[in-house]
């Protein structure tokens, strides 16, 4: 499937801090890699149910439905993963023991077992995207172009894929040892690359640049940066503007037909301030998030909100500056 700067990656990871809109960016991310008939598979990890609100549909259960088509005969899929139904299908597939799995749940003993080893909850869920990865290899009759992952926060995203540190306390060796260590063998491949979504704000910036440097410290596949939720700046000319003359503004204002009195100038001077304090922060991240040396895509803030229209938008838009 053509992709302008990810041409051999299959599994897209995409996280970032709260409220930076990651769920927005890999559900955006899926339909523009879906372009041209591609078929795209959007995954969740975190029980939250984002992709059934993003596309406008009732929960998802554990089995792969179809979220959206896209213009060129692509579709994109969605599949909602848990934690319980994940240890019951790696029984089956593992052990074919699907039926004594559903006698251990209704022990309890699957909430226990993810409970008591975190760790392997974690392999369980990023295991799962990766047999996605490797239905292309045994020609699965339900084979994707691409996986979009749609992951936990940057702040645990790399505890999260480095499975083989969080299990090795569990298992050193036999199966469950195995199936993490063929799982990191994909998470540390050409076929992943796990994208950062930021906001032009210092946390998010800072955040980001921390979740670099830890995913390249566990020697993970750093991807892309998606700056969201943009604004142009409103001002051509973004220098001090304390020193706007007010008598200049009022009679500006006067010419336009606007009300210019003494109370409106003070609280357009105090505004243009802020702006252009704002701007100039936004420039700082900007250069920050350079320096990380990766490549950056921007979308921008939309004040209609999100709806299905708008990630076709946000899609269009990724496929132009190359992410897809």
Known sequence: MPSTDWPDVLLHVVSGKGGTGKTTVAA???????????????MEVEGRQGLAQLFDM?????????LASVPGGGE??????????ALLEYLELFYNLRRAGGVLRRMGAVEFVTTIAPG???????????????????KHARAYDAIVLDAPPTGRITRFLNVNTEIAGVA?????????????????SEKTAVHLTTLLEEMPVQETADGVAELEDAALPVGGIVVNMTRPPLLTAMA??????????????KAAGIDASPHVV???????????????????????????GRPVYDLPFLAGGIDLAALYELADMLHEQGMA
Do not use: C, F
């Open 28 to 42: 955006a991310l899926a339909l523009a890699l879906a372009r041209d008939g591609g078929q795209v598979m959007l």
């Open 58 to 66: 009732p929960p998802l259960p554990y089995e792969e439905r179809r």
């Open 76 to 85: 994109v899929w969605g599949l909602a993963v848990d934690p319980e139904e």
């Open 120 to 138: 392997l909850r974690d392999v369980l869920l990023t295991g799962k995207a990766v047999e996605l990865v490797r239905r292309r290899d045994k």
């Open 172 to 188: 050193k060796v036999g199966p469950i040892r195995n199936q993490a260590d063929g799982v990191m063998a994909v998470l540390r």
């Open 240 to 253: 001090d503007l304390t020193s706007i003359d007010a008598g200049a503004l009022t009679s500006s204002l």
């Open 266 to 292: 003070d609280a357009l001077q105090a505004e243009g301030v802020d702006h252009a304090a704002r701007v100039r922060l936004e420039e700082t991240e900007r250069e920050r998030i350079a320096a990380l």
